[in-house]
């Protein structure tokens, strides 16, 4: 029920620092992040917490680094799911689900954690080529010869339904820098984090180019009783249905001998 | 005090559906209905989804008629033959109901057809019972004596072939309309998550003629089966099933309905059905306005089924 301690701590890269400066090509930057922690259990009554994600820049330029010409993207993006998205209008008054669109491969979740505005560090064309924040994400409609402004109609509220239910945020400013080396991430876990394999993603940026990227996964799993009584009911869902059943006439039995006034 | 429902997903207030459980327990104690009618609206006016909340409302049903059954079986008022016949039909609709359940669930329409046929049954019952206890209520003030169908009257149904004989219930009829009543309910079990003893106990004793008197007990009796087996199949294709739901809202029923069968002894039975009868418009009326409202978001997401 508490907050979430998962931690992902600092792989510091102390072996790279040490390498031997006399290489005669400057050396380019790369950027690592580490998690403390191949997987997560959140409980049953989980509600939201900030996910703390430590990495470090490998051969920064001191001077950019003083400029502070450096940006990193962090995102936590979720396993991915086909959802289908439904409209409602109304038919005689009454509101009826008629049009659909389904997407498949959509990220269920999906948290960005940034050093600045996203529009303050690189171009829209950038964003796009590396298929990086919620709206740059493509959605492959199941039914791509549906009208293109249909599907961006429904492209428009999934993305709008995912970040009113928390699942896809922007935390602008979530990533900061401790030294010229190490920075902290922070990334929102939307209260309905799905259980799964979550990929951790940064992305450096020097002056507004892209430079490298890093990644690392993450397992987010549910534990706790309610989450056995879900397996259980998936698994073995005959059985489940069986106990269901023995319960309700258990309960009947049970309560009239209780409670009875005859 | 908080809890987390595993299938429902969602964060509910334990004392909220223990109350509410009570209360439809307190109701159908006094009234001698099921009380699946009025748990599964109110579990989604509670923001429970509704296709958890009917097969959830299934499962509670079984509690409440395995305690209702019970005290008819100590009476001897329960016909084991009619009751069987009426659950073989049960079991038939509660599958068709099931694999119409899935197919709306998977077109998006679920909802909006539980919705419909809430409110197209309960308004219709609601208004029925109500003109019918304003009547008695009306004649019986006016002091003349209530007019008293022959129940003896043979009607159509009577004519139909496949005759068996029922012992318990006095009765020589047709099989088609016992196994077509069984399989209706067990339909509506399966859809809505209700009993229908709503509909089995009136069709009972106006269609078939049945003696007032084993009415309720067998109608029970085929409510737990049916409601059995509506859950099992819930439990099994749809996961759909919320124990801890469920057995909150039990344990308040089972509870509230020996206070409500007390209460229920006081009342005057028009007046009793005119109080059921507003509640179930109320209930109706409550459901309709959701589907003409403007809701506030028109798109809504779901995952692939």
Do not use: C
């Amino acid at each position: 029920m508490g907050p979430l301690r998962a931690f992902a701590a600092a792989i510091l890269s102390l072996a790279a620092a040490a390498l031997p400066a006399a290489a005669q090509t400057p050396a380019t930057e790369s950027i690592q992040i580490g998690l403390s922690t191949d997987a997560i259990s959140i409980t049953a009554g989980f509600s939201g917490a900030d996910l703390t994600i430590f990495g470090s820049l490998e051969n920064p330029d001191p001077l950019v680094a003083r400029q502070g010409r450096y940006d990193v993207i962090v995102v936590l993006e979720g396993p991915a799911r086909p959802v289908v998205v439904r409209r409602k209008d109304r038919v005689l008054g009454v509101w009826i689900n008629l049009e659909s669109e389904t997407f498949e491969n959509v990220p269920v979740s999906y948290s960005v954690a940034t050093t600045r505005p996203l529009q303050d560090i690189t171009e829209p064309n950038s964003y796009k080529q590396l298929s990086l924040g919620a709206s740059n994400l493509y959605m492959q409609p199941a039914e791509p010869s549906d009208s293109p402004m249909t599907i961006e109609e429904f492209t428009s509220a999934l993305r709008e339904r995912k970040a009113a239910t928390g699942l896809y945020s922007e935390n602008v400013g979530g990533v900061q820098f401790l030294s010229q080396n190490l920075f902290r991430a922070t990334v929102r876990l939307a209260p309905n984090i799905p259980v799964g394999t979550h990929k951790a993603r940064a992305f450096l940026f020097k002056s507004g180019m892209f430079v490298k990227e890093s990644s690392a996964q993450l397992e987010i799993r549910k534990s706790g009783f309610e989450q056995s009584i879900f397996r259980v009911a998936h698994d073995y869902s005959f059985l489940y249905g069986v106990f269901a059943v023995s319960l309700a006439m258990l309960t009947g039995w049970l309560g009239r001998i209780v409670f009875r006034k005859d | 005090m908080g809890i987390y429902l595993p299938i429902a997903e969602i964060s509910v207030n334990v004392f909220v559906l223990l109350a509410m459980g009570a209360a439809v327990g307190f109701l159908s104690g006094m009234f001698g209905v099921g009380g699946g009618f009025l748990i599964t609206p109110l579990l989604i006016f509670y923001n429970i989804p509704p296709a958890i909340a009917v097969a959830t409302g299934a499962n509670q049903v079984i509690a409440s008629s395995f305690s209702g059954a019970l005290s008819h079986f100590k009476r001897g008022t329960l016909d084991f033959k009619l009751g069987g016949v009426l659950l073989a039909g049960g079991i038939v609709g509660s599958t068709a109901g099931i694999y119409v359940f899935a197919l709306l669930r998977r077109l998006g329409q679920l909802d909006l057809f539980i919705s419909l046929l809430y409110v197209a049954l309960l308004g219709t019952v609601g208004g029925l019972m109500l003109v019918e206890s304003v009547n008695a209520l009306r004649a019986s003030r006016s002091g003349a004596a209530p007019v008293l169908k022959k129940s003896g009257q043979h009607n159509w149904i009577h004519r139909l072939p496949f005759k068996m004989r029922f012992r318990a219930s006095k009765l020589f009829v047709s099989v088609i309309p016992v196994l077509g009543l069984g399989a209706a309910i067990g339909f509506l079990s399966s859809i809505m998550g209700v009993g229908g003893g709503f509909i089995m106990v009136p069709a009972l004793i106006y269609l078939l003629k049945v003696p007032t008197n084993v009415v309720i007990g067998t109608s029970l009796f085929q409510i737990i089966f049916t409601s059995a087996y509506t859950t099992l199949v819930h439990a099994t294709t749809n996961q759909t099933v919320d124990v801890i739901l469920a057995f909150l809202l039990m344990a308040g029923g089972v509870a509230g309905a020996q206070y409500g069968a007390k209460a229920g002894q006081r009342l005057r039975g028009e007046q009793l059905r005119a109080l059921l009868a507003l509640l179930v418009l109320a209930v109706a009326i409550r459901l309709a306005i959701d589907l003409f409202v403007t809701p506030p978001n028109r798109y809504s997401l779901a995952g692939l089924t």
